[in-house]
């Protein structure tokens, strides 16, 4: 694949110009990702400084392995992480700079 083939690829969504998915994409609810890995995630403890959290691995969360997609792994690092920071009094938190996940087995759907 080309370089412009690549780009035009990544900034159409994956779809051509007449992606059919592009209006609905551009209708989504602002914040749509966080509601659509966090659904169905409940805290058990917050603390100071912690924040823990559980949740069953929903289907919609699944990769094609039929396990849980690291990006919906590491979104919900980046999100949680966020909410320990505000447990500590921050009026805000930023942007993350790095994260690092280190993966020791699969989540399968259900888990």
Known sequence: MELESVKRYLEKGG?????????????????????????????DLSEPGRVICSMKVPPRLLNAGNFMHGGATATLVDLVGSAAIFTVGAPSVGVSVEINVSYLDAAFGGD
């Open 15 to 43: 779809g051509g110009d007449d992606d059919k998915n592009k209006s609905t994409m551009e209708e989504m609810p602002t914040k749509f990702f966080e509601r659509f890995i966090m659904q169905g995630l409940r805290v």
